[in-house]
């Protein structure tokens, strides 16, 4: 791969204006057009790992995705300075690294659905195991994709979102440039090959469009399986500016929930360092008597490292990455003491935050809600005719297709309508559709 050939400007969808000037690049058009949007503002109801707060305020998707869109803004202007110092004849568009990353930060988690991660697992449950087995033989008889709903994926989701023109939409969906649009994709093959984890980087429905992106950028095959492309190299940036963000906001919101004491927070956080530096982040977070700015100040901090480590350890493997040869996160590549203090961190959270009680919590209800959900409104969609089905469809938006031609087809018209719920939404709709509560009258 080459970089003059990987920054492009045109857009998906909007070809035939790739030529027209505007003051603003055209990938912080991208940043622009993403935060405007509404399916980015309904990120804010969105859960990212806790229930959303009641007077103690967490993260949630919106905040989630605004925080990292900053660090990949770092990290991309960090790559571009030093490609720029690298290749002084070489793009144009390096200076313009920072603007993709960004963007394509705020857009890594719009197809995510509601209720955190227990969402794609109560939409891949209702499939493997639940009423949407019965479906299997029928989508596969008319060639559509089963795996794509076996392993539901919010990052396959978000492609689908960004570049499907839905009902009454434009070509192109959001019509955002390939460069950005290929910066999301972390898993470059089709969920045939998601393995055990599940993961995978496009549905059936968008693998043309894929294929067109990679054309359009040159990325090619990986040469340890032909079946699967390379990773667009601005992805790496992408992925290590999300780790850096989950994990260490993660502790943080633990922390307020007094799911972990301020000391042990503090320890974990001040791991990341030694030395001089160790005394001298301790001492100036000493200064400070309140605990949230003790915090605000080591988070700071390892976010700082983190950008300076994964930015060196990027341009170190630069060759690498554009040979398609790497296949590790920047962020497992980091120094031995920032590796092992971010390790522990996830030790920490996959053992005391992600199982405490709050979190399973909103997880059993998630599952219950979305499970009940996809199967009402699959089965209207599949037996329009039944009385209840016709009303229970008018309560869905035009944009979506439900007299899809394919059992395929209106399986994912009723996740696109789910998938794109808040959490709010999805619990109002639940309780309304099972009687639990009425409209005023």
């Known amino acids: 791969m080459n970089w003059d050939q990987l920054l492009s400007g045109k857009r998906f969808g909007m070809e035939e204006y790739d030529d027209r000037k505007h003051d603003r690049t055209d990938f912080q058009r991208d940043y622009d057009r993403l935060i405007f949007s509404s399916p980015f503002r309904r990120l804010q109801n969105k859960t990212q790992v806790f229930p959303l707060p009641g007077s103690i305020f967490v993260h949630n998707r919106l905040t989630h995705s605004?925080?990292?869109?900053?660090?990949?803004?770092?990290?991309?202007?960090?790559?571009?300075?030093?490609?720029?110092?690298?290749?002084?004849?070489?793009?144009?568009?390096?200076?313009?690294?920072?603007?993709?990353?960004?963007?394509?930060?705020?857009?890594?988690?719009?197809?995510?659905?509601?209720?955190?991660?227990?969402g794609e697992r109560a939409i891949s449950g209702y499939f493997s195991e639940g009423n949407g087995k019965h479906l299997k033989n029928k989508i596969r008889e008319e060639d559509g994709r089963w795996e794509d709903f076996l392993h539901f994926e919010g990052n396959a989701n978000a492609l689908r979102l960004l570049t499907h023109?839905?009902?009454?939409?434009?070509?192109?969906?959001?019509?955002?440039?390939?460069?950005?649009?290929?910066?999301?994709?972390?898993?470059?093959?089709?969920?045939?090959?998601?393995?055990?984890?599940?993961?995978?980087?496009?549905?059936?429905?968008?693998?043309?469009?894929?294929?067109?992106?990679?054309?359009?950028?040159?990325?090619?095959?990986?040469?340890?399986?032909?079946?699967?492309?390379?990773?667009?190299?601005?992805?790496?940036?992408?992925?290590?500016?999300?780790?850096?963000?989950?994990?260490?906001?993660?502790?943080?919101?633990?922390?307020k929930l007094h799911i972990l004491t301020t000391k042990e927070a503090i320890e974990l956080l001040l791991n990341f360092f030694t030395g001089g530096r160790l005394d001298r982040i301790t001492k100036i977070m000493r200064m400070a008597e309140d605990t949230n700015e003790q915090l605000a100040y080591l988070r700071s901090c390892i976010i700082g490292l983190l950008v300076e480590e994964c930015s060196r350890v990027f341009l170190e493997k630069e060759e690498e990455i554009l040979?398609?040869?790497?296949?590790?996160?920047?962020?497992?590549?980091?120094?031995?003491?920032?590796?092992?203090?971010?390790?522990?961190?996830?030790?920490?959270?996959?053992?005391?935050?992600?199982?405490?009680?709050?979190?399973?919590?909103?997880?059993?209800a998630g599952y219950h809600i979305f499970s009940h959900l996809i199967d009402?409104?699959?089965?209207?969609?599949?037996?329009?005719?039944?009385?209840?089905?016709?009303?229970?469809?008018?309560?869905?938006?035009?944009?979506?297709?439900?007299?899809?031609?394919?059992?395929?087809?209106?399986?994912?018209?009723?996740?696109?309508?789910?998938?794109?719920?808040?959490d709010i939404y999805a619990l109002d709709l639940y309780r309304k559709i099972t009687g639990m509560s009425l409209p005023a009258v």
């Not at 920047?330 to 971010?342: F, G, H, P, R, S």
């Open 165 to 255: 023109q839905f009902i009454g939409r434009r070509k192109g969906g959001f019509a955002l440039t390939y460069s950005t649009l290929a910066s999301i994709i972390k898993y470059p093959f089709s969920s045939l090959l998601a393995g055990e984890k599940g993961k995978f980087g496009f549905f059936q429905s968008e693998e043309n469009s894929y294929v067109q992106i990679v054309n359009e950028l040159g990325i090619g095959h990986d040469s340890k399986d032909p079946r699967k492309y390379v990773r667009y190299p601005l992805v790496f940036l992408v992925e290590a500016a999300d780790d850096i963000c989950y994990q260490i906001m993660d502790i943080e919101d633990a922390c």
């Open 376 to 422: 009402t409104l699959t089965e209207a969609v599949m037996n329009q005719r039944h009385a209840y089905s016709k009303l229970l469809l008018q309560r869905i938006p035009d944009q979506y297709d439900t007299k899809a031609p394919t059992t395929y087809g209106k399986v994912q018209c009723v996740l696109d309508y789910i998938s794109g719920m808040t």
């Open 323 to 364: 040979a398609g040869k790497l296949y590790t996160p920047l962020i497992e590549l980091v120094t031995d003491q920032a590796k092992n203090a971010y390790q522990e961190c996830s030790g920490i959270a996959y053992k005391k935050i992600y199982k405490a009680k709050e979190v399973l919590d909103i997880e059993l």
């Open 66 to 118: 605004l925080e990292v869109s900053s660090v990949g803004r770092s990290l991309g202007n960090t790559a571009a300075k030093e490609l720029m110092q690298k290749y002084p004849d070489g793009s144009m568009n390096f200076p313009k690294i920072g603007s993709i990353v960004s963007a394509a930060c705020l857009a890594h988690d719009m197809g995510n659905p509601p209720f955190g991660h227990s």
